[in-house]
């Protein structure tokens, strides 16, 4: 470097991962965010993403920019979660490196995978089996921006990395009522059951299949962690054709098990019903981390932790009830 702080440029950092990287970064000293809403920047405008790296002189890109919803959202608007996540990753991953950005961390998804990957979901099985139909189109979007990444490493000896998080939750997720992911929704539908009196909360599926999930900071420590990791380290632990690493906890539960503990923290005392006639959507969704675990990171956040966490910031975000 040539003594300058360097300049950070964190791509969605509205958004619920963006946000908190953007928050973990700021502990950091000698190092200048730079974030840019949709008004000023539209991530889907080629030329406009050009002339923005072209304007700033930075060092390292955070690609936490993408379209993102639960199982209704992406049976509902297939063609949206495929086009505009495949436009984004495309116009700054190039845009990157034409104007000589060398270190770039894309955040994709654990669904990525196939449907019936083995128990739990290592790296390598990236590739070797049908996806799960509901989600499949965001995921073929997910798998390019990571083969991307790899393209430009091989062709140009870019050190550009990938992370694959589980489920993730915490401060600025989506509440959306039919937009949003199982745990926000739940936190919202339980919410609003303990607010108006109601005997009974209806739950999608069967509350058989089973999910891990990571508070989010602990992701944006992960992500920095990735970041920023040596080289000879990074090498030493991936391939270049399989350079993904997932972030996770290692442990996962089941969506009765979280409904329980969503019901617990709210301090609902209702019953939960389960509609074994909505999808449960991908039958187990279990990250095998010990690749991230070898490089040295350990989640901090245990799940009812990180719920009462996430709940105190929904009700001084979006709720009015406070008892």
């Not at 086009?83 to 990525?112: K, M, P, T, Y």
């Not at 989640?299 to 105190?312: I, S």
Request: some cysteine.
């Amino acid at each position: 470097m040539d003594g300058r702080d360097q300049t950070i440029f964190v791509a969605g950092h509205r958004g619920m991962v963006g946000s908190a990287i953007v928050r973990r970064l700021r502990e950091r000293e000698r190092a200048q965010i730079l974030t840019a809403d949709r008004q000023a920047l539209d991530l889907l405008d080629q030329a406009a993403v050009r002339r923005f790296f072209a304007e700033n002189r930075i060092d390292q890109v955070y690609l936490a920019a993408a379209k993102v919803g639960g199982i209704h959202a992406n049976n509902t608007y297939p063609a949206a979660f495929i086009h505009e996540n495949l436009l984004i990753q495309a116009n700054i991953i190039d845009a990157a490196h034409r104007h000589g950005v060398d270190r770039l961390l894309f955040l994709g998804s654990s669904c990525i995978y196939p449907k019936h990957a083995p128990q739990p979901m290592r790296e390598d099985a990236l590739l070797t089996g049908v996806l799960e139909p509901t989600n499949e189109p965001y995921a073929v979007a997910k798998i390019a921006g990571i083969k991307m990444c790899e393209s430009y490493n091989r062709q140009y000896g870019r050190r550009y990395r990938s992370v694959m998080p589980t489920n993730l939750y915490g401060p600025n997720d989506n509440f959306h009522p039919e937009n949003a992911h199982v745990l926000p929704a739940l936190m919202r539908r339980l919410h609003a059951a303990k607010a108006e009196g109601r005997p009974a909360v209806t739950v999608w599926g069967t509350g058989r299949a089973m999910r891990e999930f990571l508070h989010v900071d602990d992701m944006a420590r992960a992500s920095v962690f990735v970041m920023e990791m040596d080289d000879a380290v990074y090498a030493a632990n991936t391939r270049p054709d399989l350079s993904h690493i997932n972030v996770g906890t290692g442990e996962d539960c089941t969506i009765r098990d979280l409904a329980e503990a969503l019901a617990r923290v709210i301090g609902y005392d209702g019953a939960l019903e389960f509609d074994a006639s909505k999808p449960d959507g991908t039958p187990r969704k279990l990250m095998d981390v010990s690749r991230l675990r070898a490089m040295g990171w350990r989640p901090e956040v245990g799940l009812e932790d990180g719920l009462r966490q996430t709940y105190a910031w929904f009700l001084d975000n979006h709720a009015t009830l406070r008892s």
